[in-house]
C-alpha cells in the first residue's frame, strides 16, 4: 500500500472519528439540557401546587371552625318595605360579621309585580303560577350569593391581615412540599425556607443548610394577597449536581464505546504506519543483502571461470593470486551470512551464551591488533588505554568479540573523508562494573537517529555515503547481546565530530 493512500485512508477515518464524536458529544449536550429543563419545570410545578394547596387549607379551616366562626360571623335579618303608594317594595337583607361589621343588601320590585307573584289571579294557569315562583327562587339565590361572597370576602380579609407566621403551618408546609416534589417525580433532599416579599426570613427547615443554594427555585404564597402581605417559599436541592453527575451514567456505555474506538484507532493508525516503515526497512535490508553477496559471488565466480579457462596460462602467481581470491571471497561469503543468521538468533528471547572468564583488555588487544590492518588501510590508526585494573569477567567471547568487532567497523564505514579516521579504546573500573569505550572521529549521528539505532533493519542516513552498505542488524546485535550479559550500552555523538560508545558489564 502507497504511504499517500495510508494517509489518505488516515485522513477519512480521522474525519469520520472526529464528526462521531461531536454528534456524541452534542448529543450528550442535548440530554443533559432535556434532563435539567425537565427537572426546572418538575420544581417550578411541585412549587406551584404546594403554594394553591396552602390557600385551599387555609380557606377551608375558616370555613370549618364551626360556631365560633359561623355564629359571630353573621346574623342575617330580613325585612320588607312597602311604599306609600305600594308601587315598590324594597326587601333588606342585613348581616352582622362576628367583627362587628354589618353587610346589608338590598332588593327592590315594583309593587305591582310582587303582587303579581306572589298574590296570582285564579284565572292564572298553573303553569303561569309556577313560571312565577321560579322566578321568585331565582331572585332569592341571587340575593343570598351576594350575601355568602361578602362574608367569605370578610373571612379571607380578616385572613390576609394576619402575619405569616400564624396563616402558615410550617410542618404541614413540609409535608405538603415532599408529597408534590415526590409526585413530579423528584426524591432528593431539598431544603425550603420561606420569606417576606421584601427578603426577610419567616422561616427555615430543620436541617437547612447553604449548599447548593446558588440554585434556588421560588414560588409566591398568596399570590393574590397584595404584595405586602404574602410571602415567598424558596428551595435548593444540595445533591443537585450529584444528581447532573447520575445522570450521565446511563450514557456510559456510549463514552465507553466511544473511548474504545479511539483507542482502536489510534493503535490502527499506530500499526498501519509502524507496517508501512518495517516493510521499507525489509526491503532495504533485501537490498543491502542482494549487493553484499553480488560481490564476492562475482569474485569466485571470476576466479573459478578462469580456473576452468584452458587458454589461460597456469603460472604458479596466477594460481596462488586465483586460490586466495576465491578464499577471502569465501570467508568474506560467510561473514555476511552469519551477519543475517544473527537476524534469527536476536529474534530469540535470549542468545545461548557460553559464558567464561575472560581478561579483557587481552582480548581487547588481540581484536585490534587484527583489526589494525583495515583501519590502517583507510589512513588511520587505533589508540586504545587499557586502564581496567581489575579486567577478568564472565562472558562469551565469541559474542562478545563480535560486539566489539561490529563497534569498530561501524567507525571504518562511517568515516569521515576529510581527516585520517582515529579510533580510541579504552578500558577502566567502576564500583561494581567494568567499562569499555570505543571512541571515533567520524561523521557522527543526529540527535534524531541516535535513540533509534539500537532497533532492528535502522539504517542512520547518511547523505552522500547512502552508498555504505550493511543490513542494519549490527548495532541490533550488538544492543542484545550486551543486554543478555547484564549490561548496558548507550552512545554518545556529535554530528560532524564521532561518536562514542559506552558498555558496562557487572563483574560481581
Same mark, same amino acid.
Given at each position: 500500500m502507497k504511504k499517500s493512500t495510508i494517509i489518505a485512508l488516515a485522513i477519512v477515518m480521522g474525519i469520520s472519528f472526529a464528526s462521531l464524536l461531536v454528534l456524541q458529544m452534542r448529543y450528550i449536550d442535548e440530554i443533559t439540557s432535556m434532563r435539567a429543563a425537565h427537572f426546572k419545570e418538575s420544581v417550578s410545578r411541585s412549587l406551584y401546587e404546594t403554594s394553591h394547596q396552602l390557600e385551599l387549607n387555609e380557606a377551608k379551616r375558616y370555613l370549618e371552625q364551626g360556631p365560633d366562626a359561623v355564629t359571630g360571623i353573621a346574623t342575617a335579618i330580613?325585612?320588607?318595605?312597602?311604599?306609600?303608594?305600594?308601587?315598590?317594595? #324594597?326587601?333588606?337583607?342585613?348581616?352582622?360579621?362576628?367583627?362587628?361589621?354589618?353587610?346589608?343588601?338590598?332588593?327592590?320590585?315594583?309593587?305591582?309585580n310582587l303582587s303579581d307573584k306572589y298574590f296570582t289571579k285564579k284565572t292564572e294557569s298553573i303553569n303561569d303560577r309556577q313560571r312565577s315562583l321560579q322566578e321568585i327562587m331565582d331572585l332569592r339565590y341571587a340575593v343570598q350569593k351576594d350575601l355568602v361572597d361578602e362574608v367569605i370576602y370578610s373571612i379571607l380579609y380578616?385572613?390576609?391581615?394576619?402575619?405569616?407566621?400564624?396563616?402558615?403551618?410550617?410542618?404541614?408546609?413540609?409535608?405538603?412540599?415532599?408529597?408534590?416534589?415526590?409526585?413530579?417525580?423528584?426524591?432528593?433532599?431539598?431544603?425550603?425556607?420561606?420569606?417576606?416579599?421584601?427578603?426577610?426570613?419567616?422561616?427555615?427547615?430543620?436541617?437547612?443548610?447553604?449548599?447548593?443554594?446558588?440554585?434556588?427555585?421560588?414560588?409566591?404564597?398568596?399570590?393574590?394577597?397584595?404584595?405586602?402581605?404574602?410571602?415567598?417559599? /424558596?428551595?435548593?436541592?444540595?445533591?443537585?449536581?450529584?444528581?447532573?453527575?447520575?445522570?450521565?451514567? $446511563?450514557?456510559?456505555?456510549?463514552?465507553? $464505546?466511544?473511548?474504545?474506538?479511539?483507542?482502536?484507532?489510534?493503535?490502527?493508525?499506530?500499526?498501519? $504506519?509502524?507496517?508501512?516503515?518495517?516493510?521499507?526497512?525489509?526491503?532495504?535490508?533485501?537490498?543491502?543483502?542482494?549487493?553484499?553477496?553480488?560481490?564476492?559471488?562475482?569474485?569466485?565466480?571470476?576466479?573459478?571461470?578462469?580456473?576452468?579457462?584452458?587458454?589461460?596460462? /597456469?603460472?604458479?602467481?596466477?594460481?596462488?593470486?586465483?586460490?586466495?581470491?576465491?578464499?577471502?571471497?569465501? /570467508?568474506?561469503?560467510?561473514?555476511?551470512?552469519?551477519?543475517?543468521?544473527?537476524?534469527?538468533?536476536?529474534?530469540? #528471547?535470549?542468545?545461548?551464551?557460553?559464558? /567464561?572468564?575472560?581478561?579483557?583488555?587481552?582480548?581487547?588487544?588481540?581484536?585490534?591488533?587484527?583489526?589494525?590492518?583495515?583501519?590502517?588501510?583507510?589512513?588511520?590508526?587505533?589508540?586504545?588505554?587499557?586502564?581496567?585494573?581489575?579486567?577478568?569477567?564472565?562472558?562469551d567471547e565469541m559474542h562478545f568479540t563480535n560486539v566489539i568487532f561490529n563497534l569498530m567497523d561501524n567507525a571504518v564505514k562511517y568515516k569521515r573523508n576529510d581527516t585520517n579516521l582515529e579510533l580510541n579504546l579504552r578500558t577502566w573500573n567502576e564500583p561494581g562494573n567494568l567499562c569499555i569505550s570505543i571512541q571515533d572521529n567520524g561523521i557522527g549521528i543526529k540527535k534524531e537517529d541516535l535513540k533509534r539505532i539500537f532497533e532492528k533493519f535502522y539504517r542512520v542516513h547518511t547523505g552522500n555515503l547512502h552508498d555504505v552498505k550493511g543490513f542494519g542488524l549490527g548495532l541490533a546485535y550488538v544492543h542484545k547481546i550486551v543486554k543478555d550479559h547484564h549490561g548496558t550500552i548507550h552512545a554518545e555523538s556529535e554530528l560532524g565530530i564521532g561518536t562514542k560508545f559506552i558498555i558496562k558489564l557487572k563483574n560481581e
Open positions: 330580613d325585612s320588607v318595605y312597602v311604599s306609600t303608594d305600594s308601587s315598590v317594595i #324594597q326587601r333588606t337583607h342585613q348581616v352582622t360579621a362576628k367583627d362587628g361589621s354589618v353587610f346589608t343588601s338590598r332588593e327592590t320590585t315594583a309593587s305591582t380578616t385572613a390576609n391581615d394576619r402575619p405569616l407566621t400564624e396563616r402558615i403551618d410550617f410542618a404541614n408546609l413540609d409535608q405538603i412540599l415532599q408529597a408534590k416534589l415526590s409526585s413530579n417525580g423528584i426524591d432528593i433532599p431539598c431544603h425550603f425556607a420561606v420569606t417576606t416579599s421584601n427578603g426577610e426570613v419567616v422561616y427555615r427547615c430543620s436541617d437547612y443548610t447553604d449548599e447548593g443554594s446558588e440554585i434556588t427555585f421560588s414560588e409566591t404564597l398568596f399570590k393574590n394577597d397584595p404584595v405586602q402581605r404574602s410571602g415567598i417559599l /424558596k428551595v435548593h436541592f444540595p445533591a443537585l449536581s450529584d444528581l447532573k453527575t447520575r445522570s450521565l451514567w $446511563f450514557m456510559m456505555p456510549s463514552l465507553m $464505546f466511544t473511548l474504545i474506538l479511539l483507542i482502536t484507532f489510534t493503535v490502527t493508525l499506530v500499526l498501519v $504506519f509502524r507496517q508501512k516503515k518495517l516493510t521499507e526497512l525489509k526491503n532495504d535490508f533485501i537490498n543491502n543483502m542482494t549487493h553484499e553477496f553480488k560481490t564476492p559471488i562475482s569474485s569466485i565466480s571470476l576466479a573459478a571461470q578462469m580456473l576452468g579457462d584452458e587458454s589461460v596460462k /597456469k603460472t604458479p602467481a596466477l594460481m596462488q593470486r586465483l586460490t586466495t581470491t576465491i578464499i577471502d571471497e569465501t /570467508k568474506r561469503l560467510r561473514f555476511q551470512v552469519e551477519k543475517v543468521l544473527q537476524m534469527s538468533m536476536y529474534e530469540n #528471547q535470549r542468545a545461548n551464551l557460553h559464558m /567464561k572468564e575472560v581478561n579483557l583488555n587481552e582480548l581487547i588487544a588481540g581484536i585490534t591488533h587484527t583489526f589494525a590492518l583495515k583501519v590502517e588501510k583507510n589512513g588511520g590508526k587505533i589508540i586504545t588505554n587499557l586502564e581496567a585494573e581489575d579486567p577478568i569477567i564472565c562472558v
